[in-house]
């Protein structure tokens, strides 16, 4: 079931087991451990999801814009006509951002990852405010600059602050890495070869079909390409099932384990001449990606 209820009851159940386990590494630290360290998590799991939340809103509301927004719902009640707490419009809206907010914080509880796409729940309505926030700003700066003036600056404010990290983030994208990575093999590829890849994330799916981008027609990427876990990254499954090219990163620990295996002694030197590290490039979100050649290319 994935109704409210059950994700509530889930998340909570998922909290106490975290907590649970880190009382367990509370009692038996690994070696090396920050003493106490165990402890004072345990106590402040709730804060990390807080973070987690407000993080994920923060990365989909833009720096400025939050501030904005922020500024608008925190209003000095003499600056508009109508206080906030006196219209009942803006009741609901408030309403609305902030069991939003709950259900995002439920929701980090449950996954422990980032829930942009949750955040809808309190855009939309937080909106309203940044209109609020934007209206206060342009009435401050009209002080200065009367008439249309005012409007151009603080719309020329706004892209000047916010439009180099959007075209920042446009170049960061996920994706963009596995992209290149297939552009990559597709300059080692002999026309109307096809590869067979490896790697621990679904993201291959677009190193396959940039890799196979000078085929006359498109080819079912799950034929071709197999979702790895971690434990199975070892010299000797790869090369047995066949793989062409493996791409492995850094943020799931699949890079550094196949790596760590690569230089044990007790790997056959045959094994190992049949893989080569071809390509690596350092990401914002998924650390360093490598892409290995496994037998001679196509």
Do not use: M
């Amino acid at each position: 079931p994935h109704g409210f209820t059950y994700r509530v009851v889930d998340s909570i159940n998922r909290f106490q087991w975290l907590r649970n386990a880190l009382t367990a590494l509370q009692e038996s630290p690994p070696l090396g451990a920050v003493p106490y360290f165990f402890s004072e998590a345990k106590q402040f799991l709730w804060l990390l999801g807080l973070g987690v939340s407000a993080n994920s809103i923060l990365k989909t509301f833009g720096g400025i814009f939050f501030l904005i927004t922020v500024f608008g719902f925190t209003k000095n009640a003499t600056s508009y006509p109508t206080p906030v707490g006196r219209q009942p419009a803006l009741i609901f809206l408030i309403l609305l951002i902030l069991s939003g907010g709950f259900i995002i914080y439920i929701q980090v509880l449950l996954n422990w990852c980032g829930c942009e796409r949750f955040v809808a729940l309190i855009y939309f309505p937080g909106l309203i405010f940044a209109g609020y926030g934007c209206n206060q700003i342009l009435n401050r700066i009209e002080r200065t600059l009367p008439g249309r003036r005012s409007l151009i600056f603080l719309l020329i404010l706004l892209l000047a602050i916010s439009l180099p990290k959007t075209l920042r983030s446009s170049k960061l994208s996920r994706s963009v890495v596995f992209k290149e990575a297939g552009e990559i093999i597709n300059k080692r590829l002999s026309p109307g070869s096809e590869i067979k890849l490896g790697a621990t994330s679904d993201r291959i799916l677009f190193t396959h079909f940039y890799a196979h981008l000078d085929l006359p027609s498109v080819l079912n990427p799950w034929l071709n390409c197999t979702v790895l876990k971690v434990a199975e990254l070892t010299p000797e499954t790869i090369i047995n099932s066949g793989y062409n090219y493996l791409i492995l990163a850094n943020r799931d620990g699949g890079r550094q384990r196949f790596l760590k295996l690569l230089t044990k002694t007790d790997q056959s030197e045959n094994d190992l001449n049949k893989i080569s590290l071809i390509w690596e490039k350092s990401t914002e979100k998924y650390g360093k990606v490598s892409l290995f050649a496994i037998r001679p290319s196509l």
